[in-house]
């Protein structure tokens, strides 16, 4: 019985994220009207403004001629514009745009607004409870990706009577994500 209790909400778990992840791109995309990748970029140069354009490829972990393409396409739209360095001609700096601001702030109203409509239907103790559960079930994932073993040996780990914290929250993220630069990139 327990078994079947624990695939049912493993599956109605899976379709919430679908669904969130659903509204969260119709709702940008409603707003908006500008593709994830570009919301992203616009994003991370909000953050960096006049950052130049050799290190926002390397933070960004693109080729330099994609992301000269993506800066090109967003300049054409008016959204960014780049600045020669005074010092060094070949040096270009990158900063939005007064168009390209009200297009991060637009979405960032947008992500702020939409935890509310999808949590809307629950009590604010249903919410707490909600993050508690989710919170403590995040931890015995972390533990289990921490795990050498993890699931390989069907070894089944018990979620933390704590519900949050655990090893990662002292050391981190595991290894496998920090080869990607962590500490400069930005996740929307």
Known sequence: MTEKISNELYDAVQKL?????????????????????RIRLLH?????????QRDLAEMLDMRPSSLT???TNLEKSS??????????????HV????????????????KDELPDTVFNCLTVEEKEKMLEIVNKVNSNLETIDSTEEGLKDNTKLECSQKGRGGHHRKHGRPDKFNHHRENKRIWI
């Open 79 to 92: 959204l960014v514009k780049r600045e020669k360095d005074e010092n060094d001609g070949r040096v270009m």
């Open 69 to 71: 393409e993506m800066i």
């Open 44 to 52: 991370f140069i909000s953050k960096n403004d006049g950052i130049i």
């Open 95 to 110: 900063f939005l745009t007064d168009e390209g601001k009200k297009i991060i702030d637009d979405f960032t109203k947008v």
């Open 17 to 37: 994220n679908r669904h969130m992840h659903r509204n969260r791109h119709r709702a940008v995309k409603t707003n908006e009207g500008i593709h994830r990748g």
